[in-house]
């Protein structure tokens, strides 16, 4: 098995994970939140709601983003993680709205919350479970450079924060007996659900948009560049990111009386050395002869 076969097999395990301990919270804080009767509780089982479908959105997403190109797709289906990654930002912002809603509501009409401890016990539950899963999570996605993995991450980092959240509340209303803690930490979880998923749609759009690639790492396929002596220079260097891998474009000025050989020989020496440095790349390199362009960026 490739390395990258290894990688799409371990994203997929990765992304069942995330179903499952998703689907497990959302069961325990909908059954506990009904039966405790807290606002913020059950918030926390509609932000849940939103990481599960999340999840299986990002499953499917990045079963689809391994398939290779085909006729439709020439350029592969790995859009489908940055599209998943999107789908499920804008999830959230509306998750945030939904609760804020409900959280006003609750404050016209606020019950008396039962059986506390059933809820803080749920809370710490959540904050264990979701702090290994989004660890796990993140260094999969850091080392398949999946978009949409690490979507789901981030989104079960936010979760953790507002379950201590919640969790502050309920132990706050079980010693003071305010009422009002309840809703309006509430509107506190919504908030910071609001800015997770309003960051995450800006860098998904980003992503949809073509944005190049950071700027250190066009300098380190510059400098790749730079250690053959036989490239004398280059231009027209363009980036983007499909998913979890990158396409790199390049115009490469080369002596005028190399054979195609060597010149053949020496790019695929470089993209075997940007794929080493960077992961997976999709490179097409368009070779110049010296005398081609009067304005080329030279190395020195």
């Known amino acids: 098995?490739?390395?990258?076969?290894q990688n799409n097999a371990l994203k997929q395990r990765t992304a069942w994970l995330?179903?499952?301990s998703n689907t497990l919270l959302v069961v325990?804080?909908?059954i506990v939140g009904m039966y405790v009767g807290a606002v913020s509780l059950v918030s926390e089982a509609m932000h849940s709601g939103v990481d599960l479908i999340a999840a299986i959105i990002a499953f499917f997403a990045v079963r689809k983003a391994v398939e290779p190109p085909d006729m439709g797709h020439d350029y592969g289906h790995g859009k489908f993680e940055n599209l998943s990654s999107a789908i499920e930002a804008l999830l959230?912002?509306?998750?945030?709205i939904a609760i804020v809603y409900e959280s006003i509501q609750k404050f016209n009409n606020i019950a008396e919350p039962e059986f506390l401890e059933y809820g803080i016990l749920i809370m710490l539950i959540s904050i264990v479970v979701n702090y290994f899963?989004?660890?796990?999570?993140?260094?999969?996605?850091k080392k398949t450079k999946s978009q949409a993995l690490e979507a789901d991450g981030l989104h079960l980092r936010a979760d953790i924060w507002t379950s201590v959240g919640v969790l502050a509340g309920l132990v706050g209303i079980k010693i003071t007996g305010w009422?009002?803690?309840d809703p309006l930490i509430a509107i506190f979880v919504a908030i910071i659900i609001f800015k997770?998923?309003?960051e995450m749609v800006i860098e998904s759009a980003k992503e949809l948009t073509d944005t190049s690639l950071p700027e250190e790492e066009e300098r380190i396929i510059g400098e790749i560049f730079s250690r053959h002596d036989n490239v004398m220079g280059f231009h027209r260097l363009r980036t983007r990111r499909s998913g979890s891998y990158c396409l790199l474009d390049v115009h490469l000025i080369f002596e005028k009386?190399?054979?195609l050989e060597q010149v053949h020989q020496i790019c695929d020496e470089l993209e075997s050395e940007i794929k080493t440095a960077l992961g997976s790349f999709d490179v097409l390199i368009h070779a110049e002869p010296s005398d081609h362009h009067a304005e080329p960026k030279l190395l020195s």
């Not at 098995?1 to 076969?5: A, G, H, N, V, Y």
Request: glycine share 2%; hydrophobic share 60%.
């Open 1 to 5: 098995m490739t390395e990258e076969q």
């Open 179 to 181: 009422l009002w803690l």
């Open 196 to 198: 997770t998923g309003y």
């Open 133 to 141: 899963v989004s660890a796990r999570l993140m260094v999969v996605a």
């Open 257 to 259: 009386d190399m054979s």
């Open 18 to 20: 995330s179903i499952l």
């Open 92 to 96: 959230i912002v509306f998750a945030a």
């Open 28 to 30: 325990l804080k909908l």
